[in-house]
């Protein structure tokens, strides 16, 4: 039972945290405030012999008094979540490498660009349930679907999106240690969801070069 | 506590000082707004994400034909309007009259459709995607047919109430006083008569 | 169960002097199809065309609301309570365009 | 006094003889009578609660002992469980049928059918719906949508396993489930379920608008019934776009057409638009009236006035309006543009203004109150406290960047059983106890009601709030087996837990069963008013009579009028005339003393 959160490896997975964090101490304070609030009157007010209750029907200071405290709450941690999300969804970083990801019932093919770098090309080489990246450098995957949803989880990433057939969803990410990683599909997609996992392994540049270099090879054979 | 005096002698209180039948027509109407915005919007959307699925005005459907029955419609309309009108002045035989002209026209319409359907289905214009032979691409053809047939299929459920109503009015059910029934129908046909003038400039002209 | 329209109707009888002008309403309704269609087929531009189309759309769908819907004789709450989807609609409709 | 019960109970004489007149078959199987429907609603969806639960208890076991046989499990055919171990395409149809029969066939029936059709003309103070006959066809629209559900198991291919939200294309083919009649199904009993609610929504609203008695002005109506009275509006609006949907996505299963399949261009993210357009405002049908609910309770639980009745009213309304404009939360991931994603962020936190309203309004209503501890107000409390909860979980996937981690975690999962168990279902426990008289005349078993109340929420709690933890390890939702994921590996015995706790939830359940069915038949006989209550339910017997009021009632003033100066008791009843006027109206329903 904890409400804290696994150690995340992304650049914006410690912002994504931070938020997590605030509102849990937002949230965790209102619930203390309002319950025992309850729990006292429960306990204060409580039935007794000639107990009468108050006859009034409420308090026009206090109605304004909670409304604009609550709503200045939400205001302010929406505003605080704008910044993240702007920055996590609605930039893609540049000199990023890019990978296409196709998902499909149940795997995910991962194609890289190849020698040339770029994708799109015959010498791209494609492999199953595997992603590779280099630590400190963005990756953008380009979430493809051939059949139903998916959706691309990797949770010590923080990075969640869906792979929907008919779109090309672009989701990047810059893991901050090497290290390998779950890819988890959290969309159902039909009786081997919860089957459909693969791993994410972050290099050093020079390890990615020696990889990358060996599945040519393979590719050439 | 006059305003409790004033409610004793009315009863009641009418909150819309229109009795249910009426009011519940109305309500019902709301939702069906909602259902063709769920249909029409669907169209709206899809055909703004892929316009190449669609053809042109008058490309595949043919205009000429459906204004006339939009015209028929229209008529229609008038004709159930001047049946209400007639009750309302206590005119027996006007109702049934205009009742008539009403179910006449409204059964008119379907036919036409029905026979626009087959003719557009003879030239590949279909709901299904496999068999979709004609310009556009098959959304074209799937939203088509959901729109305008529900639209049929309301027109149809609407002669089937105009008969019912009619059958009433012959055995002198409505007066100038109780006609509830002729207002009701009335209000559910001119309706459906407004969904298809929208029907008809989205899907057939724009 | 359902008290008869009969004080209603009287009200209504009361508000509306004579007979709403219906053949003159469909006289109209009958121009502006006419019209829809030949405009629909001036070579104008799209944008405009579907404006303008649109346009007379509501145009002809308010005069049967008014006049053959009778929702021009009636109280005022029942305009609110007829109007109130519409926004809805035009909320769902625009949201989902901005998606494309 | 006597006068008053002696009015009583010759009018009761002469409604019973009234009643006699009317044949068996129309009389309790298609009754018109709002009180026989709601009977009807009632039984109707207690029943498919129970069928819900036992699907419940099928997926908690599979998900504490993955790929292990369950005990008795042999009993299933092996379409489903080969050797009493679970397949996942038949745990896929667990999880959809649970919350599609939990949603669309307990709750929902159970807030709207049955307590719409109890509380609205009784408390309004009309002899029954706007329009009984349309009334009837709603339930028996209802029933017919509801077994179709569940023949849907029995088919080939088995019930629809797309989840209860159905995503399309994972919905719109068959090829991709393997599920060709079950999903069919499943949109064709929605379907018809949806006009049931509909012909309902009419009715009610039509009721409230133009049945009220005399006096009975819209800030003199019982918060239970405001908040069905909106409720209607939302089913009203939000349920012809499901029904649009549904039809849509059927023609793709069944002739052909491509409006959600990207293969014929159609669009998968539509379906999602559509549906939760319908969907928010669906989970808001099923919080209003238990809000109301729970209003009614705690009011009359602490003896005073409601906190800011009008407050409360606006509150509901903003929250039904306020419902239209959210809906994109349930799509922050689902590759809808950023910037829309954000307008409905900023929308969704602002929900939870209203809901602040009522929560401290609830509070304020206790404060200096004089509270008696009955069953009905004890469900009232864990409602609020529940909600709180499930509210506030709420607030975490409102804020798009927390959602990317959470989004189709368990964490949703806590939050929904919080809002849906936690929220509707106490107030419902909660009304079902408080309205018993009004249903058989008799009154539940307070001990063993309260001992219900506490067992429910202990395992509730345990079985769900662990629930928000292993979501935050990353835990994904409608997952067959997550021993497969060895970084879940560790929350296997929390898993355990939750099993182990939800069996024991549903077997204290029983309690409630028992008390039930007991009550029923050996209850305590009640008088009109047992609860000291002041709204117009509580001048008739119990159970009302046929058309339920002898003569028109006349309103004198609220519903919360408790501990007021102007009676002797801490009661006042709405039709009691005020001091100033000595004698009582001619036909004016004489105030009965309380039992
Ligand atoms: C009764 C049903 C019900 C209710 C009332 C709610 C209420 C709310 N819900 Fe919930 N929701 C569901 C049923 C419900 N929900 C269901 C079934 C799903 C899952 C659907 C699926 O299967 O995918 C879901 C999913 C869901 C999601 C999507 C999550 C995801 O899939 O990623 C989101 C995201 O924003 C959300 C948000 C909210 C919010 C903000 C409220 C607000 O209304 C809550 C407001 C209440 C409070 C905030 C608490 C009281 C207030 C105070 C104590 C004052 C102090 C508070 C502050 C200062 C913040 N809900
Ligand atoms: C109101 C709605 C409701 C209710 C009450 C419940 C009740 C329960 N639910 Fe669930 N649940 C949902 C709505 C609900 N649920 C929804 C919408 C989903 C999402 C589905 C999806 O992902 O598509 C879900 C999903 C869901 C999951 C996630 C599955 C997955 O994602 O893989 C789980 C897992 O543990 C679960 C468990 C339970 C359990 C143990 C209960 C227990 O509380 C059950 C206990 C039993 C009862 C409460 C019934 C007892 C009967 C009575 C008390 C009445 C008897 C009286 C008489 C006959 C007189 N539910
Ligand atoms: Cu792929 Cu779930
Ligand atoms: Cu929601």
Redesign the pocket.
């Known amino acids: 039972m904890s409400w804290m959160l696994p150690e995340s490896f992304s650049t914006f997975g410690g912002d994504i945290d931070r938020i997590y964090y605030i509102i849990l101490w937002i949230t965790g304070i209102a619930f203390f405030l309002s319950e025992g609030i309850l729990v006292y009157f429960l306990f204060r007010y409580r039935h007794k012999e000639g107990r009468k209750a108050k006859y009034v029907h409420g308090n026009t200071r206090a109605e304004i008094v909670w409304t604009a405290g609550t709503a200045l709450i939400v205001f302010i941690v929406g505003m605080l979540s704008i910044g993240v999300w702007s920055r996590v969804r609605t930039q893609l970083p540049q000199d990023a490498m890019e990978v296409i990801v196709s998902a499909k019932q149940f795997e995910w093919n991962v194609t890289y660009p190849g020698q040339d770098g770029v994708i799109g090309t015959e010498d791209d080489f494609t492999k199953r349930n595997e992603v590779h990246a280099v630590v400190d450098r963005p990756i953008i995957a380009y979430l493809r679907a051939e059949d139903v949803i998916h959706s691309f989880f990797l949770p010590d990433l923080r990075v969640k999106q869906d792979a929907v057939p008919g779109m090309e969803t672009p989701v990047w990410f810059e893991a901050t240690e090497t290290g390998e990683y779950v890819v988890g599909c959290a969309e159902?997609c039909g009786l081997g969801h919860y089957r459909m996992a693969g791993t994410l392994t972050v290099h050093t540049a020079a390890d990615y070069q020696a990889w990358e270099q060996a599945e040519i090879q393979a590719a050439g054979q | 506590m006059t305003t409790d005096a004033m409610a004793l002698e009315r009863g009641y209180m009418p909150g819309m000082r229109v009795y249910n039948l009426k009011l519940g027509m109305w309500v019902f109407l709301l939702s069906e707004v909602m259902f063709f915005t769920g249909l029409i919007g669907s169209y709206i959307i899809l055909r703004f994400a892929h316009p190449t699925q669609f053809a042109e005005p008058g490309v595949v459907l043919n205009v000429p034909l459906t204004a006339f029955n939009t015209f028929v419609l229209i008529c229609s309309s008038v004709t159930m309007v001047k049946a209400y009108a007639a009750i309302a002045t206590g005119d027996q035989k006007g109702l049934k009259i205009w009742l008539l002209a009403t179910i006449a026209l409204g059964t008119f319409f379907v036919g036409i459709q029905v026979f626009e359907y087959i003719a557009l289905a003879q030239h590949g214009f279909v709901p299904m995607a496999s068999a979709y032979a004609a310009e556009g691409g098959a959304l074209y053809g799937s939203t088509f047919y959901t729109m305008t047939g529900f639209h049929g299929t309301h027109v149809t459920i609407g002669v089937l109430c105009l008969w019912f109503v009619l059958w009433r009015a012959w055995k002198g059910a409505y007066s100038a006083d109780s006609l509830g029934g002729v207002e009701i129908v009335g209000l559910y046909w001119h309706f459906v008569d407004l969904v298809w003038i929208i029907l008809f400039t989205i899907v057939y002209l724009i | 169960m359902d008290p008869q329209p009969a004080q209603e109707a009287a009200m209504e009888h009361a508000e509306e002097h004579k007979d709403p002008p219906y053949f003159l309403v469909w006289g109209v309704l009958f121009i502006l199809t006419i019209l829809e269609v030949f405009f629909a087929f001036t070579g104008l531009p799209k944008f405009w065309i579907a404006t303008g189309l649109i346009i007379m759309a509501l145009w002809k769908a308010l005069l049967v609301a008014m006049y053959y819907m009778h929702l021009r004789f009636e109280p005022r709450r029942m305009w609110i309570l007829a109007a109130s989807p519409l926004p809805l609609a035009v909320i769902l409709v625009i949201a989902v365009l901005t998606e494309f | 006094m006597s006068t008053a019960e002696a009015a009583i109970g010759d009018r009761t004489a002469a409604h019973e003889h009234v009643d006699h007149d009317i044949p068996f078959i129309r009389k309790y199987v298609f009754s018109t009578d709002h009180k026989t429907i709601a009977k009807q609603f009632m039984?109707m969806s207690?029943?498919f609660?129970?069928v819900?639960?036992?699907l419940?208890?099928m997926?908690?076991w599979q998900?504490g002992y993955p790929s292990q046989p369950m005990p008795g499990g042999a009993i299933l055919p092996e379409t489903m469980a080969p050797g009493g171990i679970l397949l996942p395409e038949f745990?896929n149809s667990?999880?959809?049928m649970?919350?599609?029969i939990?949603?669309f066939f307990?709750?929902m029936p159970l807030l709207v059918g049955f307590f719409g059709n109890l509380l609205i003309p009784l408390q309004v103070g009309a002899p029954d719906m706007a329009f009984p006959r349309l009334n009837m066809a709603s339930f028996w629209l209802a029933f017919p949508a509801g077994l179709l559900m569940l023949a849907s198991f029995l088919v080939e291919g088995g019930a629809a396993g797309a989840?209860?939200?159905s995503y399309a294309p994972l919905s719109a083919s068959g090829e991709y489930t393997g599920v060709y009649l079950g999903q069919q199904l499943w949109l064709v009993s929605l379907t018809i379920l949806g006009f049931s609610s509909l012909a309902g929504a009419v009715n009610y609203i039509t009721t409230v608008i133009n049945w009220r008695a005399p006096g009975m002005t819209w800030f003199r109506l019982p918060l239970a019934t405001w908040s069905l009275f909106i409720t209607s509006i939302l089913i009203l609006l939000a349920i012809p776009i499901l029904a649009g949907a549904l039809i849509m996505l059927l023609f793709d299963q069944t002739i052909g057409t491509t409006f959600f399949l990207p293969a014929g261009g159609g669009e998968p993210l539509l379906w999602q638009h559509l549906f939760w357009f319908f969907g928010h405002p669906e989970v808001y049908i099923?919080i209003l009236p238990a809000m109301g609910i729970a209003s009614d309770l705690i009011a009359n639980g602490a003896r005073k006035p409601i906190f800011g009745y009008h407050a409360m009213v606006l509150a509901i309304i903003g929250i039904a309006f306020l419902g239209w404009i959210v809906w994109g939360h349930h799509m922050f991931q689902s590759g809808m543009n950023p910037m829309l994603g954000t307008t409905f962020m900023v929308s969704t936190m602002f929900i939870a203004v209203p809901s602040a309203i009522k929560t401290f309004n609830w509070l304020g209503t206790l404060w200096g109150g004089d509270i008696h501890f009955t069953t009905p107000v004890l469900h009232g409390l864990a409602f609020v406290s529940m909600f709180i909860i499930g509210g506030l979980s709420g607030i975490f996937m409102a804020s798009t960047p927390v959602d990317i981690y959470i989004h189709d975690t368990?964490f949703i999962?806590a939050h929904?059983?919080y809002v849906?168990?936690g929220g509707?279902?106490f107030a419902i426990?909660g009304g079902?106890t408080f309205w018993f008289p009004k249903l058989f005349g008799t009154i539940m078993n307070e001990r063993w009601g309260k001992i219900h109340w506490v067992l429910?929420m202990i395992f509730?709690n345990l079985?769900?709030f662990p629930?928000h933890s292993i979501g935050l390890q990353g835990h994904?939702?409608?997952?067959?087996d997550p021993t497969q994921y060895e970084y879940l590996e560790p929350l296997q015995p929390m898993n355990v837990f939750?099993?182990i706790s939800?069996f024991l939830?549903?077997a204290v359940?029983l309690i409630?069963?028992v008390n039930?069915?007991h009550s029923i038949w050996k209850g305590k006989k009640a008088g009109p008013n047992p609860w000291n209550a002041n709204s117009l339910e509580w001048t008739v017997p119990s159970p009302p009579p046929h058309g339920n009021f002898a003569t028109v009632p006349v309103v004198y003033r609220g519903p919360y009028e408790y501990s007021s100066p102007e009676s002797d008791e801490d009661f006042l009843l709405q039709t009691t005339p005020p001091r100033d006027q000595q004698q009582p109206e001619p036909h004016a329903t004489p105030a009965p003393e309380g039992a």
């Open positions: 159902l | 039984f207690l029943f609660l129970v819900g639960g036992l419940a208890m997926m908690r998900l745990y667990l999880v959809t649970h919350g599609t939990m949603i307990a709750i989840g209860w939200t099923l368990y999962v929904i059983h849906l168990f509707s279902l426990f079902i429910t509730y079985v769900f629930m994904m939702r409608r997952l067959y939750i099993t939800a939830l549903i359940q409630f069963v039930f069915f």
